[in-house]
């Protein structure tokens, strides 16, 4: 996208993987981005998915949507689910290939940081630098899930303690940004070594 400053006349080029249009479904950004993460993911690389924009601009649409139009986030939940059936106890090597997924999910507005699983979410909690590992959030609570009705519980959980007020442009806005991880480990089960790897 090129963008042209009037006082200069010089172009701004702005690149993108993807532009979507207001008519794009839920399922044209999965098969495009979901699968990716998805597929990245299996593979051991971590990834992020990022949304960030003005409000009204269909951030929440992308990536919570709704029960009948579910967007990115719980596309790739479900998906990270139903590919696992198809890959655990895999001998991949002479090693037993199993997964495990942990749900975290987090909210910062005015520079509290709140877990929106916890049983006590308006608690605070303090970022941390750990020497070896970078940032983290202490006390954010890690949940072990087995199946997508759980993370979906999970979703709605966590979305219902996030902060609202109204703006001129959305009447319910978002005032927080919402980060959820997916803690999704490999357990490699190796009887020539005798232990198994994560």
Same mark, same amino acid.
């Given at each position: 996208?090129?963008?042209?400053? #009037?006082?200069?006349?010089?172009?701004?080029?702005?690149?993108?993987?993807?532009?979507?249009?207001? =008519?794009?479904?839920?399922?044209?950004?999965?098969? $495009?981005?979901? &699968?990716?993460? @998805?597929?990245?993911?299996?593979?051991?690389?971590?990834?992020?998915?990022? /949304?960030?924009?003005?409000?009204?601009?269909?951030?929440?649409?992308?990536? &919570?949507?709704?029960?009948?139009?579910?967007?990115? %986030?719980?596309?790739?939940?479900?998906?990270?689910?139903?590919?696992?059936?198809?890959?655990?106890?895999?001998?991949?090597?002479?090693? *037993?290939?199993?997964?495990?997924?942990?749900?975290?999910?987090? =909210? @910062?507005?005015?520079?509290?940081? +709140?877990?929106?699983?916890?049983?006590? #979410?308006?608690?605070?909690? +303090?970022?941390?630098?750990?020497? !070896?590992?970078? #940032?983290?959030?202490?006390?954010?609570?890690?949940?072990?899930? !087995?199946?997508?009705? &759980?993370?979906?519980?999970? %979703? $709605?959980?966590? *979305?219902? =303690?996030?902060?609202? /007020?109204?703006?001129?442009?959305?009447?319910?806005?978002?005032?927080?940004? /919402? %980060?959820?991880?997916?803690?999704?480990?490999?357990?490699?089960? =190796?009887?020539?070594?005798?232990?198994? +790897?994560?």
């Amino acid at each position: 996208i090129y963008i042209r400053d #009037p006082e200069t006349n010089k172009n701004k080029t702005f690149n993108y993987d993807y532009a979507y249009p207001e =008519e794009s479904t839920q399922e044209e950004i999965h098969n $495009d981005i979901g &699968t990716y993460v @998805i597929n990245s993911a299996f593979k051991g690389y971590n990834t992020c998915v990022f /949304a960030y924009g003005q409000t009204g601009t269909g951030k929440s649409f992308c990536m &919570t949507g709704s029960d009948d139009k579910p967007g990115l %986030i719980p596309r790739v939940c479900q998906a990270l689910f139903e590919r696992q059936t198809t890959h655990n106890g895999l001998d991949v090597r002479n090693a *037993n290939v199993n997964y495990k997924l942990e749900v975290s999910y987090l =909210e @910062i507005y005015s520079e509290d940081v +709140r877990d929106l699983l916890s049983r006590t #979410p308006t608690a605070s909690l +303090r970022v941390r630098e750990h020497p !070896e590992f970078g #940032p983290y959030v202490e006390g954010l609570r890690q949940v072990l899930v !087995e199946d997508y009705a &759980t993370i979906k519980k999970l %979703i $709605d959980q966590g *979305n219902k =303690e996030r902060v609202t /007020a109204s703006t001129l442009m959305n009447n319910r806005s978002s005032r927080s940004h /919402a %980060i959820m991880t997916l803690y999704f480990t490999q357990l490699i089960d =190796e009887p020539d070594i005798g232990k198994t +790897r994560e």
